[in-house]
């Protein structure tokens, strides 16, 4: 209460060299003329860091002496890309970083290339979780990050004969300069044994006796508003063995045995699982999710509430965010400290509980709902398995109370599925538990509430909700596009990065003949520093200064990657077959960024097609500055950054019903690129507001594709009966592509589509291949693709996710931003 606040050092340059060559001699240890790039990229960071530090304390201080309510963002996956320029956006230190490491004869974009991002994510939302903390500190909301450090985030991707190979991201081997370690905070978080009678317990109360334990250890990460004074915490997990194992329960001669035995507690923050869509029910898995929970909540209720906190108004206090099912064993474990460590009744237990957790549902594919066999959650969390269970029972009453005799309602929404095997389903328990349930797009919202959760959606109607998800402004315009950002800043004022419905103030000047000609230099500028990065970075070549065709993406089946791939072969092959002139064909560059789940081998079979006909294409000189393909690996935030802002048009052509939102869809059209997409996910929602004239629309709508799959597809008769389709996948399946190579990828991928092709591309590939001709012509007339690009932007604010976490505040929170000047 009584420290003075620290000063902010003087925003100047004479301030910020003397913090860097503070850090450099006194933080590393050496002198500029001997310094490393490493050391010169962490004297820097930490340089930035100071500036930003004050304002970290101030927050924590008035978090503490407020006791406002607080947004408890548990994630597993913060997907959270380069922190420094973020760092120097905030505490607007760009220029003057620049500046003064120029005049020490550095160039500050060398050593920001020093940086590994922290790969703490697979896609969309982990993403999504870094864009929100940063629209949460930008909105003064006060809130806290929880998740785990993982020493190894996604892994690099990179190919060998076109074939994915995967190796380890180490992204610490040289140390973090952004996180700060407390180990004072370290929680321990038990696993196994059995449970035991509470005979003088409360209501529902029993012992837990656990067989092992692991220490968790906070690491915190500043999470800067966007100069607004505020820094958020984002408290990271990482697993450590008690740091006095038991060496008694070890003989003598076992002492190594038991020095060894350390690895096994702290592989549970080794690696990120690397699944997103049909994750296996792994015992490790399990761990993580429980051990960041676990420690999660300990933390937030005995360090962060004041020691005499009735938990009574914890829903006043806190509100639990959980982001997917990842997280949602926190609810038996929130119940257990209640009845069984707390003395709470059940009752009383389970209405703070329902209180204090909301869901959010990031999926409509069944194969990807979590669901963990009751064998092995009954060995892992003893305890928490028969508080399932007793909240699953008292939930089956309710739902009997509601819909007598309808026993197959009763065993559709229970929590415990009985087929295949007994398992926890872990929506079914989010659902039950949340006092809200979000979708993430408005067409996903109706079909969760229609179909994956109607039983629950009946019984609760006022539960469901939805909030469109959106990206934040600051790093997918403000840094990934300086170019964009000044020219837009020039016509409206830089009001837009805080309040992006101000781009509606660019739509006038979508009719400028001016304006689209300064808009077009800042596309092209933006394409020849993407030739140059993939260049250096991969080798590859881009078509001429052609139009830029982008589809970037985690490689999954019902994202349609092997459509696009359709519709490359179908040009290539209607040009050698003289069917399409050479002079016809618009200059373009098809590039792809995708990794594919190490496990899931068709996914892995269709990158190595791609490469095997990007490789064909690419080698073909009567196609050169024509077509394209290009394929840099480990498509990662760093080269999002890079490649979103040189699209011209933004491939989103799942099959429509199976992309619950996209995010990077928002991005190409904040960019200025086009979007040819499906009625799916947000693409409903970004059609609507950029228009039709704008979008590039194709494809069945879901009620379409669903009437399809029912009256039973055959992908055979769109095969036989089109016969642009049929020479496209002939060739592939000749073995043209592929050293006349058959078997293998050709063989699977052909035969994956023409028997089954479970999420219909070749249903809509006449569309597609229609409406590709539509965007040829399109771009041919400059001026009004340009007029078209301005208006995406223009008019794609609502995208902005300050929107989505305003909406959020609203509809399921009731969190207030602060007012940090009050
Ligand atoms: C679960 C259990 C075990 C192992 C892994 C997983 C797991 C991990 C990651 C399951 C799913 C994910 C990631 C899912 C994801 O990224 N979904 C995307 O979320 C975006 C943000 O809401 C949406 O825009 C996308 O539509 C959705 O696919």
């Given at each position: 209460e009584n420290t003075p606040p620290l000063a902010v050092p003087e925003h100047s340059v004479e301030s910020f060299t003397r913090a860097f060559l503070r850090e450099l001699n006194y933080g590393r240890g050496v002198d500029l003329d001997r310094a490393s790039a490493n050391d010169k990229y962490y004297a820097l960071s930490r340089a930035v860091r100071h500036y930003l530090t004050t304002r970290w304390l101030e927050t924590l201080r008035n978090q503490y002496r407020d006791q406002a309510k607080t947004v408890a963002y548990l994630s597993a996956e913060f997907l959270l890309g380069p922190q420094l320029e973020n760092a120097l956006l905030a505490a607007d230190l760009e220029d003057i970083a620049r500046e003064s490491l120029a005049n020490l004869g550095l160039d500050i974009d060398e050593l920001q290339a020093v940086e590994e991002e922290p790969g703490l994510g697979n896609g969309g939302l982990g993403r999504l979780a870094a864009c929100f903390?940063?629209?949460?500190?930008?909105?003064?909301?006060?809130?806290?990050?929880?998740?785990?450090?993982?020493?190894?985030?996604?892994?690099?991707?990179?190919?060998?004969?076109?074939?994915?190979?995967?190796?380890?991201?180490?992204?610490?081997?040289?140390?973090?300069?952004?996180?700060?370690?407390?180990?004072?905070?370290?929680?321990?978080?038990?696993?196994?044994?059995?449970?035991?009678?509470?005979?003088?317990?409360?209501?529902?109360?029993?012992?837990?006796?656990?067989?092992?334990?692991?220490?968790?250890?906070?690491?915190?990460?500043?999470?800067?508003?966007?100069?607004?004074?505020?820094?958020?915490?984002?408290?990271?997990?990482?697993?450590?063995?008690?740091?006095?194992?038991?060496?008694?329960?070890?003989?003598?001669?076992?002492?190594?045995?038991?020095?060894?035995?350390?690895?096994?507690?702290?592989?549970?923050?080794?690696?990120?699982?690397?699944?997103?869509?049909?994750?296996?029910?792994?015992?490790?898995?399990?761990?993580?999710?429980?051990?960041?929970?676990?420690?999660?909540?300990?933390?937030?209720?005995?360090?962060?509430?004041?020691?005499?906190?009735?938990?009574?108004?914890?829903?006043?206090?806190?509100?639990?965010?959980?982001?997917?099912?990842?997280?949602?064993?926190?609810?038996?474990?929130?119940?257990?400290?209640?009845?069984?460590?707390?003395?709470?009744?059940?009752?009383?237990?389970?209405?703070?509980?329902?209180?204090?957790?909301?869901?959010?549902?990031?999926?409509?594919?069944?194969?990807?709902?979590?669901?963990?066999?009751?064998?092995?959650?009954?060995?892992?969390?003893?305890?928490?398995?028969?508080?399932?269970?007793?909240?699953?029972?008292?939930?089956?009453?309710?739902?009997?109370?509601?819909?007598?005799?309808?026993?197959?309602?009763?065993?559709?929404?229970?929590?415990?599925?009985?087929?295949?095997?007994?398992?926890?389903?872990?929506?079914?328990?989010?659902?039950?538990?949340?006092?809200?349930?979000?979708?993430?797009?408005?067409?996903?919202?109706?079909?969760?509430?229609?179909?994956?959760?109607?039983?629950?959606?009946?019984?609760?109607?006022?539960?469901?909700?939805?909030?469109?998800?959106?990206?934040?402004?600051?790093?997918?315009?403000?840094?990934?596009?300086?170019?964009?950002?000044?020219?837009?800043?020039?016509?409206?004022?830089?009001?837009?990065?805080?309040?992006?419905?101000?781009?509606?103030?660019?739509?006038?000047?979508?009719?400028?003949?001016?304006?689209?000609?300064?808009?077009?230099?800042?596309?092209?500028?933006?394409?020849?520093?993407?030739?140059?990065?993939?260049?250096?970075?991969?080798?590859?070549?881009?078509?001429?200064?052609?139009?830029?065709?982008?589809?970037?993406?985690?490689?999954?089946?019902?994202?349609?990657?092997?459509?696009?791939?359709?519709?490359?072969?179908?040009?290539?092959?209607?040009?050698?077959?003289?069917?399409?002139?050479?002079?016809?064909?618009?200059?373009?560059?098809?590039?792809?960024?995708?990794?594919?789940?190490?496990?899931?081998?068709?996914?892995?079979?269709?990158?190595?097609?791609?490469?095997?006909?990007?490789?064909?294409?690419?080698?073909?000189?009567s196609l050169k500055g024509r077509l394209k393909v290009a394929f840099p690996p480990n498509y990662n935030v760093t080269l999002a950054e890079v490649l979103i802002p040189a699209a011209d048009l933004s491939e989103q052509i799942s099959l429509a019903g199976k992309e619950a939102s996209g995010t990077g869809n928002m991005k190409f059209a904040l960019n200025g690129a086009l979007t040819i997409g499906t009625d799916d996910g947000a693409n409903v929602e970004i059609r609507k507001l950029v228009g039709d004239e704008n979008f590039f629309l194709f494809g069945m709508t879901e009620p379409e594709a669903s009437s399809l799959e029912s009256r039973g597809y055959d992908p055979g008769e769109y095969y036989e009966s089109d016969p642009e389709l049929k020479a496209a996948l002939n060739l592939i399946a000749s073995g043209h592509f592929t050293d006349g190579e058959r078997g293998g990828a050709v063989a699977s991928i052909f035969a994956s589509l023409t028997e089954r092709d479970r999420f219909m591309a070749l249903a809509d590939f006449r569309s597609y291949m229609d409406t590709q001709k539509k965007v040829e012509a399109a771009y041919l007339d400059h001026e009004s693709w340009s007029r078209s690009a301005i208006l995406n932007v223009a008019r794609s604010g609502y995208f902005s996710s300050d929107r989505s976490i305003q909406d959020y505040l609203d509809r399921i929170w009731g969190a207030k931003p602060i007012d940090q000047n009050a």
């Open positions: 903390i940063d629209s949460l500190a930008t909105m003064n909301v006060p809130t806290v990050g929880y998740g785990i450090r993982y020493e190894y985030g996604i892994f690099k991707q990179t190919f060998v004969d076109g074939k994915q190979v995967e190796k380890p991201d180490h992204w610490l081997h040289l140390g973090s300069p952004w996180e700060l370690p407390h180990p004072e905070y370290s929680v321990d978080v038990h696993f196994g044994g059995h449970t035991e009678d509470k005979p003088d317990g409360s209501d529902g109360a029993r012992t837990w006796i656990p067989s092992w334990r692991v220490t968790a250890k906070p690491y915190n990460y500043m999470v800067p508003g966007y100069r607004n004074g505020r820094v958020n915490t984002l408290r990271l997990w990482s697993a450590r063995a008690r740091h006095d194992f038991d060496l008694r329960e070890f003989n003598a001669g076992e002492y190594t045995e038991a020095v060894r035995a350390r690895t096994f507690a702290e592989n549970i923050s080794k690696v990120l699982y690397p699944e997103d869509s049909t994750p296996q029910g792994k015992e490790l898995r399990l761990q993580q999710q429980y051990f960041f929970v676990a420690a999660s909540l300990h933390d937030f209720i005995e360090h962060v509430l004041p020691r005499d906190y009735d938990l009574k108004n914890l829903p006043d206090r806190i509100i639990w965010q959980l982001n997917d099912t990842h997280p949602v064993i926190a609810v038996p474990e929130l119940m257990r400290i209640l009845v069984d460590d707390k003395g709470w009744d059940w009752a009383d237990a389970w209405a703070v509980t329902q209180k204090s957790f909301a869901y959010t549902c990031h999926t409509l594919l069944p194969e990807a709902l979590e669901v963990w066999p009751v064998d092995l959650m009954g060995k892992l969390l003893p305890r928490h398995l028969e508080i399932i269970y007793r909240i699953n029972e008292e939930f089956l009453e309710e739902v009997r109370a509601a819909f007598p005799g309808d026993e197959l309602r009763v065993r559709r929404m229970s929590i415990i599925a009985e087929q295949p095997g007994r398992a926890v389903r872990m929506a079914h328990l989010a659902t039950v538990a949340g006092f809200k349930v979000n979708g993430v797009a408005e067409l996903h919202s109706e079909l969760l509430k229609d179909k994956v959760l109607n039983d629950f959606a009946q019984m609760w109607p006022e539960k469901f909700t939805n909030v469109t998800n959106g990206v934040t402004p600051r790093r997918f315009i403000r840094l990934a596009n300086p170019a964009l950002s000044e020219l837009i800043t020039a016509a409206i004022g830089d009001g837009w990065i805080t309040d992006l419905e101000q781009l509606r103030g660019l739509e006038p000047l979508a009719d400028d003949a001016e304006f689209r000609h300064a808009f077009r230099e800042v596309k092209g500028a933006n394409k020849r520093r993407l030739a140059k990065v993939l260049m250096d970075r991969d080798g590859i070549e881009l078509a001429g200064d052609g139009m830029v065709d982008a589809m970037v993406k985690r490689l999954h089946e019902y994202k349609r990657q092997s459509l696009k791939l359709l519709h490359i072969v179908s040009l290539y092959e209607g040009i050698k077959s003289g069917r399409i002139p050479l002079e016809s064909v618009t200059p373009r560059t098809f590039v792809f960024g995708a990794k594919a789940a190490p496990g899931y081998v068709r996914a892995k079979e269709t990158i190595e097609l791609i490469n095997a006909v990007g490789r064909t294409i690419n080698a073909d000189a």
